[in-house]
Nanobody
């Protein structure tokens, strides 16, 4: 059984920063691609960023490029999402997912096998 636990969300003013953490446990951490997605009220879950199992390749949504950075601490079984210059439209529940397959770019939530419960990020204007 694979478990993912997110933390680091909270309330921040526009222009501020947050760092989200996703701790993966249950199987060898290096076997997964990990992605961050977010879902705002009344909207579908959308892709934010993803990092491959070896931390060599990352991809970002256009809305995240230049402001967010995804990284992976393999010994700590943790993936981070560093977010800067936050905007009110970034307000959402942020969730991390783990994908076992080595194929695919991990840009869609349907590609992921396991999910955490999510952490709320609220950006005030």
């Amino acid at each position: 059984q694979v478990q993912l636990v997110e933390s680091g969300g909270g309330l921040v003013q526009a222009g501020g920063s947050l760092r989200l953490s996703c701790v993966v446990s249950g199987r060898t951490f290096g076997n997964y691609r990990v992605g961050w997605f977010r879902q705002a009220p009344g909207k579908e879950r959308e892709f934010v960023a993803t990092i491959d199992r070896n931390a060599r390749t990352t991809n970002y949504a256009d809305s995240a490029k230049g402001r967010f950075s995804i990284s992976r601490d393999i010994p700590e079984n943790t993936v981070y999402l560093q977010m800067h210059s936050l905007r009110p439209e970034d307000t959402a529940v942020y969730s991390c997912g783990a994908r076992i397959s080595i194929y695919g770019q991990g840009l869609s939530p349907i590609e992921y096998d396991y999910w955490g419960q999510g952490t709320q990020v609220t950006v005030s204007s």
